[in-house]
């Protein structure tokens, strides 16, 4: 089993700064990709962006420019870095792996349980 936690989260004025960092343990042979979803409240989930094993990455627009993702492979840790933000940036962030418990299984899917952010104006 694939236990993933976030943490990061918090209160920030408009303007500001934060990091969410997201580890992936467990029964991890490999990862194919992490990534962070963000669901504001009254809203579907959304993705914020995704980092394949092979390092390239997706941002969504709304984030484009101002969100960084990252990752230290040896934890099975990967990070967001969030500047510029926004108050319509306040959501629950949720971290999401793609990771396989053994050589010959298929790609599971796992979610953490969400880290608030919220942003002041």
């Known amino acids: 089993q694939v236990q993933v936690l976030e943490s990061g989260g918090g209160l920030v004025q408009a303007g500001g700064s934060l990091r969410l960092s997201c580890t992936a343990s467990?029964?991890?042979?490999?990862?194919?990709?992490m990534s962070w979803y963000r669901q504001g409240s009254g809203k579907q989930r959304e993705l914020v962006a995704l980092?394949?094993?092979?390092?390239?990455?997706n941002y969504a627009d709304f984030v484009k420019g101002r969100f960084t993702i990252s990752r230290d492979s040896a934890k099975n840790t990967v990070y967001l870095q969030m500047n510029s933000l926004k108050p319509e940036d306040t959501a629950v962030y949720y971290c999401y792996t793609q990771a396989r418990t053994s050589y010959s299984g298929a790609d599971g899917h796992y979610w953490g349980q969400g880290t608030q952010v919220t942003v002041s104006s």
């Open positions: 980092l394949r094993s092979g390092g390239s990455a």
């Open positions: 467990g029964s991890i042979f490999s990862i194919n990709t």
